[in-house]
C-alpha cells in the first residue's frame, strides 16, 4: 500500500538570486514536499518511528534554505537530496520551490522549480 505525506507552505525568508542585492536583500519562499511512502504501520501502531516525521522535513528545508544559491534549482536539489537520504522509506517524492516577486524586467508574482523522483 502506498501513502502521501504532503508539507505544504512552509514560508522562508533566504538569500537566493543571481544579482547582489538578493544576497543583500533576500526575499520570501515558498517550499512544498510531497511524499508517497507507506505509513500502513504506524497509522495502526500510531507509532511516529514508523512514518516520517514532518518536523524533520521542515528543517531540512529550512537548514538547506540558509545557504546561500544564485539558483533556486540548487536549492531544490539540496532539499530534495537531504529528504532522500534522511528518509530513505519515501517511495517518491517532490520538491517545489517558489520564489515571490523575483526582480525581472516585468510583473511577476512568483517563479517555481520542481523536483521529482
Do not use: W
Request: with cysteine.
Amino acid at each position: 500500500m502506498t501513502n502521501e505525506i504532503h508539507v505544504e507552505g512552509i514560508e522562508l525568508y533566504a538569500y537566493h538570486g543571481c544579482l547582489e542585492e538578493e544576497a543583500k536583500i533576500g526575499g520570501n519562499y515558498i517550499v512544498d514536499v510531497y511524499m508517497t511512502v507507506d505509513f500502513t504501520k504506524s497509522a495502526i501502531e500510531d507509532d511516529l518511528t514508523k512514518t516520517i516525521d514532518y518536523c524533520s522535513v521542515y528543517q531540512i528545508c529550512k537548514s538547506e534554505m540558509a545557504i546561500r544559491s544564485k539558483l533556486i534549482e540548487q536549492v531544490c536539489m539540496r532539499i530534495h537530496k537531504q529528504i532522500m537520504t534522511k528518509h530513505p522509506t519515501i517511495i517518491s517524492l517532490r520538491v517545489k520551490v517558489t520564489k515571490h516577486l523575483p526582480p525581472m524586467n516585468g510583473d511577476v508574482k512568483k517563479v517555481s522549480v520542481e523536483i521529482k523522483t
